[in-house]
């Protein structure tokens, strides 16, 4: 079972728009709608920032969103700000009798 | 507020042994199906470890199958993970985190790091 599949870096100027894709198979990202993204600064923990591939938990701000398109999930930061500079992981649930959990590779992002 | 403190971090020699605590609070810990992550240093998120709500089930990365064991004592919200038989490789923050719907982790500890060297 492969880790899924994120670009190594995605960047943009405040206030634009960025996507962070995550490819996977039918076997995790395709097959489920159980795909969630973290945000992770240096440093610190992950944190949670949708989950169930579009729903935002309560605090996180409404400029992060989520889709899913056959074994490619996306996260699109709007409105970017310098704030949100931070590395991004994808993860989904999948059928794997080996892994109960897969992430992706991680994706950084610069805030030009 | 939902808090998870992991503690038992260290330095340890190469085949050398370790056991991690989480403390839980802010939740009914009881219900909650909980895991081990570990992220070794500038790397991505790995999975160790899984125990149901009651510890009745329990998966193992294969990496760690057989020298690693993970429990959970209820009444005293906490979690554990026994390390035996470390590798340098292992080198890594281990954070304990909560599982939420869809295999989401929605609260994570501010991890404690484990070094595995001579």
């Known amino acids: 079972q492969s880790a899924l599949t994120q670009p190594a870096s995605v960047s943009g100027s405040p206030g634009q728009s960025i996507t962070i894709s995550c490819t996977g198979t039918?076997?995790?990202?395709?097959?489920?709608?159980?795909v969630s993204w973290y945000q992770q600064h240096p440093g610190k923990a992950p944190k949670l920032m949708i989950y169930?591939?579009?729903n935002r938990p309560s605090g996180v701000s409404n400029r992060f969103s989520g889709s899913k398109s056959g074994n490619t999930a996306s996260l699109t930061i709007s409105g970017l700000q310098a704030e949100d500079e931070a590395d991004y992981y994808c993860s989904s649930y999948t059928s794997s009798n080996t892994l109960l959990y897969v992430f992706g590779t991680g994706t950084k992002v610069t805030v030009l | 507020q939902v808090q998870l403190v992991e503690s038992g971090g260290g330095l340890v020699k190469p085949g050398g042994s370790l056991r991690l605590s989480c403390a839980a609070s802010g939740f009914t810990f009881s219900d909650y199906f909980m895991i081990w992550i570990r992220q070794a240093p500038g790397k991505g998120l790995e999975w160790v470890s899984y125990?149901?709500?009651?510890?009745?089930?329990?998966y193992y990365a294969d990496s760690v199958k057989g020298r690693f064991t993970i429990s959970r004592d209820n009444a005293k919200n906490s979690l554990y993970l026994q390390m035996n038989s470390l590798r340098a490789e292992e080198t890594a923050v281990y954070y304990c985190v909560r599982e939420s719907s869809g295999r989401s982790l929605d609260y994570w500890g501010q991890g404690t790091l484990v070094t595995v060297s001579s």
């Open positions: 125990i149901s709500s009651s510890g009745g089930t329990i």
């Open positions: 039918s076997s995790d990202v395709g097959g489920y709608n159980y």
């Open positions: 169930d591939v579009s």
